[in-house]
């Protein structure tokens, strides 16, 4: 079974939120699906099922390899560069 070789770089505790919401959504005037948590800067983004995919394109340009689900009563994490469940 795959695992993350990222999780245990994250910084303890994690960061909190820059925003409630996807910023680039509402620059766009789109509204996210879920949002998703940056686990290396707190930057929120919209997941993938999202227009923007905003979360997906933060990873991609920043290189930040871990975030978590924003969504309340969820409490999952992706490793966007291993792909796997954290």
């Known amino acids: 079974m795959k695992q993350?070789?990222?999780?245990?770089?994250l910084p303890d505790p994690?960061?909190?939120?820059?925003?409630?919401?996807c910023p680039e959504c509402l620059t766009a005037g789109t509204?996210?699906?879920?949002?998703?948590?940056c686990?290396?800067?707190?930057?929120?983004?919209?997941?993938?099922?999202?227009p923007g995919r905003h979360a997906?394109?933060?990873h991609k340009d920043s290189g930040?390899?871990?975030m978590r689900t924003f969504e309340p009563g969820e409490?999952?994490?992706?490793c966007f560069v291993?792909?796997?469940?954290?």
């Open 75 to 78: 409490n999952w994490r992706w």
């Open 4 to 9: 993350c070789t990222h999780a245990d770089a």
């Open 64 to 66: 930040h390899p871990v």
């Open 39 to 50: 686990l290396t800067c707190g930057h929120v983004g919209c997941c993938d099922s999202s």
């Open 56 to 58: 997906t394109e933060h």
């Open 31 to 37: 509204h996210p699906v879920q949002l998703r948590l």
């Open 14 to 21: 994690e960061p909190g939120p820059r925003t409630e919401t």
């Open 82 to 86: 291993d792909h796997v469940l954290v």
